[in-house]
């Protein structure tokens, strides 16, 4: 069996990036060390590089909504829908092989319900757990940003 791996094929557009190819692509706030956290790890995970992610504190990349609205959910596009919340996190770990499962059994509206009550549970605490993170990077001698 013969199978040929083709590099990504983009051009760019009044600045927007094109992908040609069916690619997943996750925006992320690079000022939070819990977000950059997270990322990092998605980043080791995704050996195919199958996810493009935007750091939306460089404020390099195109925003399909305003960028406020960016930073307050977690947020993907999948096949040219967006997707925020538990659906874009469900649409990041099917582009990760040994997430894909979860993703792919989030795809049960039941499934997707219950990881949506969680995620927005888990945005009232998220700013404790941003201090957090961002005491241990200031003990660790500041933050690094790791690219994903």
Same mark, same amino acid.
């Given at each position: 069996m013969l199978v040929l791996?083709?590099? /990504?094929l983009t051009w760019v557009a009044c600045g927007a990036i094109y992908e040609l190819m069916t690619a997943l692509t996750v925006w992320f706030d690079g000022d939070c060390p819990l977000c950059r956290r997270e990322i990092a790890l998605m980043g080791r995970l995704d050996r195919r590089r199958a996810? /493009?992610?935007v750091d939306l504190a460089t404020g390099e990349g195109s925003c399909p909504i305003?960028? #406020?609205d960016l930073l307050t959910r977690f947020h993907a596009r999948e096949d040219g829908v967006l997707l925020s919340?538990? #659906?874009a996190? %469900? %649409?990041?770990w099917r582009a990760i092989p040994v997430l894909r499962p979860l993703g792919l059994l989030a795809r049960n509206r039941s499934v997707l319900t219950l990881l949506e009550w969680l995620y927005i549970r888990f945005l009232r605490v998220r700013p404790s757990f941003q201090a957090l993170a961002r005491r241990l990077d200031h003990a660790r001698g500041g933050a690094c940003r790791p690219s994903p």
């Open positions: 791996e083709l590099p /990504r996810i /493009r992610f305003d960028r #406020a919340g538990a #659906a996190f %469900a %649409a990041m």
